[in-house]
């Protein structure tokens, strides 16, 4: 088996950011190395817990858990409670917390385990970027060991929180501006790609039929995903959006990729946090500064991730 992959992990739970925490937990090829909570979903003591929650539920209690921005870089502060219930996680009776928070906070955290691992440290981004572009800000001196930032947010198409705005980006559109400029990897999974990871009826079926805790808790977070994204889009299946993330660094060749140009709008009074990707080469005097995801394997993305909860759950 080829070496795990070293990741830290920056999350808003959220029950999507939840699997993706089971997945980058139950994965053998990837090593989890700490996770930073952040505004979004919920507030970030919510995202805190529910963080700690679910790495409690995993077995996982030696994952270091740090608490980060509370709003964004500037601008006010915007939450997706109306989503994910008033608790950021709302659903199935969780787990008290078996971990204590990192007093030394999220930017603290990841500038240490990023400065101490012995391999170059990927940066997961599945909540707002706020936490992230901290860290490029106040410790540029990071950058040399890390090896990409794969963030989940965005569209090639339209928005969610907006008619033209996914929410990760409309809550903070200044700091993923400073990701796309910093001149590292960048990796986007946007709405385009995570729209066609549905968790239908048979995809939660699969889940619940695995007959132990992990499975259920995951099942019944899919129901109350699954009724949110009803009520507010008319979904007839939640997508689980930010797995797909952990899932392209477990299996690459998962999802189809295409090199773009990406920025991020500012200003825009009806656009503001829209992405605008540059998929044919309209502005051909601009480099590609971003690897942008097209096209999921959902038969393999839905295996990999039914799988992996089993493990964890047995």
């Known amino acids: 088996m080829s070496t795990p992959v070293p990741i830290v992990l920056d ?31 919920c507030s970030v003591a919510d995202a805190s817990r529910n963080a700690r929650q679910v790495l409690t539920l995993a077995g996982a209690v030696d994952i270091p858990v740090a608490r980060g921005a509370a709003g964004p870089l500037t601008g006010e502060t915007h939450l997706g409670n109306y989503v994910h ?69 965005g569209s090639t198409d339209r928005g969610n929180h907006t008619p033209y705005a996914e929410f990760n980006v409309f809550a903070d559109p200044e700091a993923l501006d400073v990701l796309l400029q910093s001149g590292l990897p960048v990796s986007m999974v946007g709405l385009n790609l995570t729209h066609q990871a549905l968790a239908t009826p048979e995809v939660v079926e699969r889940m619940r039929a695995l007959d132990h805790l992990v499975g259920e808790t995951a099942a019944a977070w899919m129901g109350f995903f699954g009724s949110s994204y009803n009520r507010v889009w008319r979904f007839d299946a939640p997508p689980l959006h930010d797995p797909c993330t952990i899932a392209a660094l477990i299996d690459p060749s998962i999802i189809e990729w295409v090199d773009s140009f990406v920025s991020v709008e500012l200003q825009g009074r009806w656009t503001r946090g829209a992405t605008s990707v540059d998929l044919f080469d309209r502005w051909p005097e601009l480099t590609p500064n971003a690897r942008v995801a097209m096209t999921l394997d959902v038969d393999r993305y839905w295996d990999l991730m039914i799988e992996t909860l089993d493990g964890i759950g047995r």
């Open 11 to 41: 999350c808003d739970p959220g029950h999507d950011d939840a699997m993706a925490i089971l997945l980058a937990v139950g994965s053998p090829r990837i090593d989890l190395l700490a996770v930073t909570a952040c505004f979004g979903n």
């Open 85 to 153: 219930g008033a608790s950021g996680l709302d659903g199935p009776p969780m787990p008290d917390a078996a971990i204590e928070e990192d007093p030394r906070g999220a930017v603290e955290l990841l500038r240490s385990t990023i400065t101490a691992s012995s391999d170059p440290v990927t940066v997961v981004v599945t909540g707002p970027s706020t936490n992230a572009a901290r860290l490029l800000q106040e410790h540029p001196e990071v950058m040399s060991n890390i090896e990409g930032i794969i963030f989940m947010g």
